[in-house]
Structures are given as structure tokens and as C-alpha cells.
């Protein structure tokens, strides 16, 4: 690469991250794939051990590339070290931990119904603490998109809603979405720093925050197994769902405010679909493409600017 090629490079990486649609999409597509996963390894990974796990590899990774402005950022880090430790919480740690186990108890129709709550959830949680109001667009979107998410999960069959059953793995699943929206909407109180300091500490305390849990879970006999499975699964959840996810959903986020980006959250379903065909094997039915584009017309809608 020439010198002249170098500044044009780094010109459209910013300019790409700087597409909340864009990195709002990825950050979907990157939590589908992780609650694929969580499923398929639910009786082979311990839960909390990967949680805590994956945040402490991923300060590995994010260090040498962090270090500088960790130095330059920590005055306003150690400023609002609580506040970081409260995001950290909520949208890290027990996060995570709450998802893998809610994963080992409960079904796939079941996460997808209340995914699709999150939403919601951003928008009460906003309004409650921060008196944010939403537009009667926004609104619109998010009614029409749930229509999109009802119309995967229940195959345009109403028959399917009278079957569900909730137990204590839905509860976790449920507390798990509240804990992601607080988080979401609490993001305007991080400090203002660079993101690489930001999310290198994110994942510092997210680690600590669960690090009890995981010593827990191996007093019980309840270890990681030194295997391909499980190495593969924490290089994934590593770089895919805590480096790259994160970096995507916060600078969304931070582009057009939290209410708006948690319509993104609808797509999630979308991926869900695909890679399970792509995965499993299971064909593209009728039902998909009426919620595609039900899901999609209420993402444009609740995401443009009213």
C-alpha cells in the first residue's frame, strides 16, 4: 500500500464507522450468531466461565491497542469509575451470565418472543430516568417490526401462541433484556473518552463483575473442558460478540441515541433465521419473508429522523 493510499484507507474505516446503520446492523448480526452458539454449547461450556472468560481475553486483545489512551484517559476513568462499574454490570458481566444460563433452560421460540421486548424496554427505561420521549414514528416502527418478529416466531399460525410456557430459564431471559435496555440507556453517562479506553475497561470490570460466579461454578465441578469446542467458542465470543458487537452497538448508540438504536434489535431474529438455514439446514418458509419485511419497515421507519 503507497503512502497516498493509506490516509484514504483509514478515511473510509471512519466513514464507515461513523454509519450508525451500519454498525447497528453488524452489532445485531454479531448477537444472533452468539445466541446460536450459547445454544449449541449450553451443556458443554459452563456459563459463567464464559462469560467471565471472554471479557478477560478480550482485554488481551484491546490492550496494546488501548494503552496509549488509557494513559491520557484515566483521570476521567478514575472521575467516574462508578459509573463504569454500573454500565460494566448491567451490560457486560451479569449480562452475559444471565444469557448463557437463560439459554441452558429455555427454548429458542421463547428468547426470540422476548428479544423483541428489548425495544420497548430501552424506551421505558429512557423515559423513566431520563425523561426521554419518543416520536409517533418511532412508535409506528416499533409496532410494525414486533408485527415482523410475531410473524417468525409464530408462523403466521395463532395456534402457536396458546403452546408457550415460561419457566425459570425465560425469567433469566427476561431479566437478561431489562439489564441490556438499562445498560443501553445509561450509556449517555459514560465518560468521555476514547472507545478503545472505554471498551478495554468495559471488559476489565465485566470480567471482575463475574468472576465470583465463575469461582463458584468451579467449586462445583463445572470447568471448561481443554478442547476444540471450547476453544473455538471463547475466541468467538471474544472477538465477535464482546469486541466487536460492543464496538458496533456503542457507537450506534452514540450516533443516534438509544431509543432509536433498539429498533436494530429487531433484525436479530432476521440473522437468527438465516443462520439457522445456512447452519441447520432449514428452508426459508413464507412466514420469514412476510416478517423480513414487516421487521424491515418498521427498522426504516422507527430509525429515520422525524
Known sequence: MTVAQEPQKATLVRGLFGNAYLVL????????????????????????????????????????????????????IRAKLGVMTFLSATGGGLFAASQYLGLQLTGALNVSVMNSLVPVLIAVVAAAIFGDRLSGRQMLGFAVSLLGVFAIVTKLDAHVLTTLSFNSGDLLILLNMLLFA???????????????SFLFMFAVLSGITTLPFWVWEQAHGQTLQP????????????????????MSWNRG??????????????????????????LLGEPLMGYHVVGFALILAGVWCAARQS
Not at 438499562?182 to 459514560?190: M, T, V
Not at 478442547?227 to 460492543?246: P, Q
Open 25 to 76: 446492523t453488524l452489532s445485531a448480526l454479531c448477537w444472533s450468531s452468539n445466541h446460536i452458539l450459547g445454544r449449541a454449547v449450553a451443556a458443554h461450556v459452563p456459563a459463567f466461565a464464559l462469560s467471565s472468560a471472554r471479557y478477560f481475553l478480550a482485554t488481551l486483545v484491546l490492550y496494546p491497542f488501548a494503552r496509549a489512551h488509557l494513559k491520557r484517559d484515566w483521570p476521567a
Open 182 to 196: 438499562i445498560y443501553s440507556a445509561a450509556l449517555r453517562l459514560r465518560p468521555k473518552i476514547h472507545w478503545l
Open 227 to 246: 478442547d476444540w469446542v471450547t476453544a473455538f467458542t471463547l475466541v468467538y465470543v471474544t472477538i465477535v460478540v464482546t469486541i466487536v458487537a460492543y
Open 253 to 278: 448508540v452514540a450516533l443516534i441515541g438509544a431509543n432509536r438504536a433498539g429498533i436494530f434489535l429487531h433484525l436479530v431474529p432476521i440473522y437468527s433465521a438465516l443462520l439457522a438455514g445456512a
